[in-house]
């Protein structure tokens, strides 16, 4: 068994309110020194792979038509 | 500036029906290979420390105080 985390980023131009409501509240608490945050999901997936290169291969099918939406968002693939 | 990421994942006995979404959805479109999913949450936050150590500090702090719900949540902390 294999365990890959799957990293989804908003990309750099799209606007990402989640992480300025962040920004603000951790403001609002007394963190001044911030200059951006933003927000994105993981997602981990153990999975049956007779190798390593076999599941990338796999979980980079399953990012690019179901876990990331490629029009905004990127994502990186990580393997343990 | 330094940025950091804070990569927050809910407990291992914690319910994910997200995950579980995710899970029945690869599996409905033929990935059958999978034993477990769990969906987390990642937040980049750019900001202004004098060093390294510093940063993690501070970024500690806003962990514990408002990114992550210690009560269901993990969380860890990487510095670029």
């Given at each position: ?7 989804i ?39 049956d ?10 979980v ?21």
């Amino acid at each position: 068994m294999i365990k890959v985390t799957v990293y989804i980023t908003l990309k750099k131009d799209v606007l990402d309110p989640q992480g300025k409501a962040i920004h603000v509240a951790l403001n609002n608490m007394g963190f001044d020194k911030i200059n951006g945050v933003r927000q994105g999901k993981l997602i981990e997936i153990d999975l049956d792979a007779k190798d390593h290169d076999q599941a990338k291969e796999q979980v980079k099918k399953m990012s690019e038509q179901l876990l990331a939406n490629p029009i905004i968002e990127d994502y990186s693939i990580e393997l343990e």
